[in-house]
């Protein structure tokens, strides 16, 4: 009787620990290293599962603080026209939704829409 639950168990702990692991298909992959070390308007690509996204490097304002913006922030048009006409790594503090948010103008993996 005690190998039967053992045997039980050790089958459910097995089946939860492969359904539990972790899936990349779900995952988005890592803008924020994409263009590192590329020149502004350097066209990349990254693959997502089966998708290609494709865009291009471009400056943009990367926080201080990485927390201090959400995705939808980022978009932003305060967000979006801190960087303008800035050179890379130019200090910027840009106004969003009345607070001062501190960080720099930096190469950024900048998305092509989709029509």
Known sequence: MK???????TALLIMTTANAAPDSQGKRPDFGNL?????????VTAKHGDRTIEGTCQIGFKA??????DRSASRDPAIQNACKAKAKGSAVVAKLNGKNIAGKCDINFKPNMRR
Do not use: D, H, Y
């Open 64 to 69: 201080t603080n990485p927390n201090a913006l």
């Open 3 to 9: 190998r039967a639950i053992f045997v039980i168990t």
């Open 35 to 43: 263009c590192q070390g590329k020149a502004v308007n350097s066209k």
